[in-house]
T-cell receptor
C-alpha cells in the first residue's frame, strides 16, 4: 500500500537529549513537510523540502534540523535547543510540479513527550 | 502571507442535526482551499478541496463546502451529522501559483462533538 509512515508513534525523551523522528513515503512524491501540532494552535510548518538534497525553513524552524538525502525519507531531529519540544509531529508529502499545491498526504504522527 | 481563521474552537451538535463549521481566509494571491479531518491521535485525512471550477464541493460522506470569493470563506456543512463525525476539522489554504510549493496554512481547528 502506498502511503506515509511515521515512526515511532509515541516517543519519550529526557530534557537535553536530541531525538530523531522518522518519516518515509512510497508515493514517489518530490515534496515533503514537517508540521508541529499543539492544542488550540492548529498545525505550524517546521521545515519543507521540494526536492532531494534541498530544504527550507518553515515558520518555526528554530531548534529543529532535517535532511533529505533520499526522495522517500525526510527525518526530523528535535535538538536540545528547542525550548518546548513536547508536541504531536506530522509529516506530509505532496505530488510534484504543477500538482504540488493540490493535495498533501499525511502520516499518522509521532507524539513526542520530553520529561 | 496567508492566514486562516476558524472562529469556533468547539461545536457541539445533536445527532441528525445540521452543522456548519466556519472558515475564513486572507491571501494576496489566488488560493486552493482544503478541509481536513483528524480523529484522536491520528494524522490528517483530506475531506474535500476546492481547486477551480464549481464553487460547491462535496465529500463522499455527506459534507460539502462552498467557496465564496467575495466573502473569502469556505464554510463546511453537513445536513445531518452522525456520531462518527465527531473529530477535529481543519481548514487550510495554499497558493494557487505554480512553483509556490504546497505550504499549507492551517486554521486552529474546530472540534465537532456529536451527541445523542
Amino acid at each position: 500500500d502506498g502511503g506515509i509512515t511515521q515512526s515511532p508513534k509515541y516517543l519519550f525523551r529526557k530534557e537535553g537529549q536530541n531525538v530523531t523522528l522518522s518519516c518515509e513515503q512510497n508515493l514517489n512524491h518530490d515534496a515533503m513537510y514537517w508540521y508541529r501540532q499543539d492544542p488550540g494552535q492548529g498545525l505550524r510548518l517546521i521545515y519543507y523540502s521540494q526536492i532531494v538534497n534541498d530544504f527550507q525553513k518553515g515558520d518555526i524552524a528554530e531548534g529543529y534540523s532535517v535532511s533529505r538525502e533520499k526522495k522517500e525519507s525526510f527525518p526530523l531531529t528535535v535538538t536540545s535547543a528547542q525550548k518546548n519540544p513536547t508536541a504531536f509531529y506530522l509529516c506530509a508529502s505532496s505530488p510534484s510540479g504543477h500538482l504540488m499545491n493540490t493535495e498533501a498526504f499525511f502520516g499518522q504522527g509521532t507524539r513526542l513527550t520530553v520529561v | 502571507a496567508q492566514s486562516v481563521t476558524q472562529l469556533d474552537s468547539q461545536v457541539p451538535v445533536f445527532e441528525e442535526a445540521p452543522v456548519e463549521l466556519r472558515c475564513n481566509y486572507s491571501s494576496s494571491v489566488s488560493v486552493y482551499l482544503f478541509w481536513y479531518v483528524q480523529y484522536p491521535n491520528q494524522g490528517l485525512q483530506l475531506l474535500l478541496k476546492y481547486l477551480s471550477g464549481s464553487t460547491l464541493v462535496k465529500s463522499i460522506n455527506g459534507f460539502e463546502a462552498e467557496f465564496n470569493k467575495s466573502q473569502t470563506s469556505f464554510h463546511l456543512r453537513k445536513p445531518s451529522v452522525h456520531i462518527s463525525d465527531t473529530a477535529e476539522y481543519f481548514c487550510a489554504v495554499s497558493d494557487a501559483v505554480t512553483g509556490g510549493g504546497n505550504k499549507l496554512t492551517f486554521g486552529t481547528g474546530t472540534q465537532l462533538k456529536v451527541e445523542l
